[in-house]
């Protein structure tokens, strides 16, 4: 975080309302129509205690996507304090992450701005939330849980997968409990999406019935 450190407890308090302040006004109103006073007057804090920890509207945007990025590696992490298989751990950190996603729906709307607005920040935060889901997956690798040679675009794929999950059912609708939506992507991990072979041979023992009762209508 580019925020200069507080410190007091009363300073740590301060800067906290002033980043909880600025995912509102960032999240409602967007970086380019949000303005200095507006986050100070939702914080309740003088305008001068802004500039006691920020040099500028784009100072806290960075601190902000920073902070931001941390809440969501804080509720994977406490998601994760007990060991769990490969797969369940996937499963409770997505649980985790659309909990979240719904309780701070801005997030999507500042990450996505921090695109064009601080781009360093877009894709440390994108990096280091794949680096985490490949560092679990080969973990998993390791203790036999999953197989061998699941690497980066694994992680990207797992990862893409939950965030545009959570703009769907999170941001855009609450849909469904984020403990089934979590279990649902779980089973597209456990199970893929191929049709099992029993019920591929099924479908093909039927269209070959049908095949032959056409034959037999043309006679």
Known sequence: MSAKVPRTERGRRTL????????????????????????TTRAGTALGSFY??????????????????????HAAREALEEPLPALDAEKAALTAFLRFAREHKEIYRIIDESEFVDPASFRIHYESTAHRIRERLTD???????????????AWAIMGMNVFLGLRY?????????????????????????????AVQDEAGQDEASQTERSQDED
């Open 52 to 73: 006691t920890y920020f040099d500028s509207k784009d100072e806290i945007f960075r601190a902000l996507v920073d902070d931001l990025s941390g809440k969501v590696r």
């Open 16 to 39: 906290r309302k002033l980043l909880d302040a600025a995912a509102i006004e960032f999240g409602e109103r967007g970086f380019h129509e949000a303005s200095i006073t507006g986050i």
């Open 170 to 198: 999170a941001v855009w609708s609450n849909d469904g409990t984020p403990e089934e939506l979590a279990d649902l992507a779980n089973s597209i991990l456990r199970e893929g999406i191929m049709a099992r072979d029993g």
């Open 140 to 154: 998993g690798a390791r203790k036999g849980e999953l197989r061998e040679g699941l690497g980066e675009a694994h």
